[in-house]
């Protein structure tokens, strides 16, 4: 089986909203997608207003109170003519050096960076030709057949790597094994985005190998 490439990780909206807690916390920033979890976890000890303000957002965009790069946005305070930040909780930073990047306010520190926002949703069918069983997956746009097997893995089959990931071609006449590194237009399984016709979404098989240790 082929070795799959690290590639950038993509995260459907969907899924960053449910990372809402005080023990999970994701934010958004341009698209960009950050675990605040370890500054947080850290910072327990070093509890404060800005903290709550923080984990009050979390699952949430904040794309609104920082410019394209991470630098914070600020305002002109009423009070003292001066500068303040939009966003207050971009002041805090973990106390343990091992929770973060020397230097860097998380908004703009890659320890925290965890991937981006899909560019659109995808609506896939996996076909278990074992089982007859069929359902269906949003997936992001980006990726791989990998990104794929995984995710279906972790919610639905825990044996998924025990089957040949597959793909019909010619009219149904061809079946041919998918690229793991590939995404799913690369292996063919295009859908017409801006079709005026509503089609089927694209269709993976699976094929069992008898092989259960494969994980």
């Known amino acids: 089986m082929e070795q799959p490439i690290n590639k950038m990780r993509y995260y459907l909206k969907d899924e960053t909203v449910l990372h809402n807690k ?11 997608v950050y675990d605040l979890t370890p500054m947080i976890r850290d910072r327990l000890d070093h509890w404060n207003t800005n903290m709550d303000y923080l984990v009050a957002h979390a699952g949430k965009d904040l794309t609104h109170f920082f410019h394209e790069n991470g630098e914070p946005r600020t305002e002109i305070s009423v009070r003292t003519g001066r500068p303040r930040v939009l966003f207050p909780p971009i002041l805090e930073v973990a106390i343990s050096e091992f929770a973060k990047t020397n230097g860097a306010m998380w908004s703009q520190d890659p320890f925290y960076h965890i991937g981006r926002l899909t560019r659109r949703a995808r609506l896939i069918r996996i076909i278990n030709a074992l089982t007859a069983q069929t359902l269906f997956m949003t997936v992001c746009d980006e990726d791989t057949i990998y990104d794929i097997q995984q995710k ?14 597959r793909k019909f071609s010619n009219g149904g006449k061809a079946c041919g094994q998918l690229d793991l590194n590939g995404t799913l237009d690369e292996n063919g399984l295009i859908d017409e985005e801006d079709c005026d016709v509503e089609l089927p979404p694209p269709s993976i098989w699976l094929y069992y190998t008898d092989d259960i240790t494969i994980a």
């Open 152 to 165: 279906y893995k972790q919610h639905y089959n825990h044996h998924a790597g025990s089957y040949e990931w």
């Open 22 to 32: 005080k023990d999970d916390c994701w934010i958004i920033i341009h698209n960009n």
